[in-house]
Nanobody, 126 residues
Framework: QVQLVESGGGSVQAGGSLRLSCTAS????????MAWFRQTSGKEREGVAA???????KYPDSVKGRFTISKDNVANTLYLQMNDLEPEDTAMYYC????????????????????WGQGTQVTVSS
């Protein structure tokens, strides 16, 4: 079992930065695939960054060059550094962890992730 707790959300102006954190508790944290997703009202939850158990990283084009995912296996914490934020980045952001192997090509497919945090809100104003 893995428990996830996100923090670091808030309100910023366009062009600003935020760093989200996701603290994990439980066993096997260091070897599992993890990801950040976001969701706005009426839309599907979408992946914005993923890090595989072997360290490979994936981003969608919408955030590439602006968002950076990283993981501290000692602190059991996943991070999402978000720079040059845009109003379109406004959403609830969720941390997710997979119990098993996730094909790298499927890093943003929600059904592969077994554990989810409660979410942290990010609001970007223009």
């Amino acid at each position: 079992q893995v428990q996830l707790v996100e923090s670091g959300g808030g309100s910023v102006q366009a062009g600003g930065s935020l760093r989200l954190s996701c603290t994990a508790s439980g066993d096997g944290y260091s070897s599992i695939s993890m990801a950040w997703f976001r969701q706005t009202s009426g839309k599907e939850r979408e992946g914005v960054a993923a890090i595989a158990g072997d360290g490979r990283i994936k981003y969608p084009d919408s955030v590439k060059g602006r968002f950076t995912i990283s993981k501290d296996n000692v602190a059991n914490t996943l991070y999402l550094q978000m720079n040059d934020l845009e109003p379109e980045d406004t959403a609830m952001y969720y941390c997710a962890a997979a119990r098993g192997w996730v094909p790298f090509s499927a890093s943003f497919i929600r059904i592969y992730y077994n554990y989810w945090g409660q979410g942290t809100q990010v609001t970007v104003s223009s």
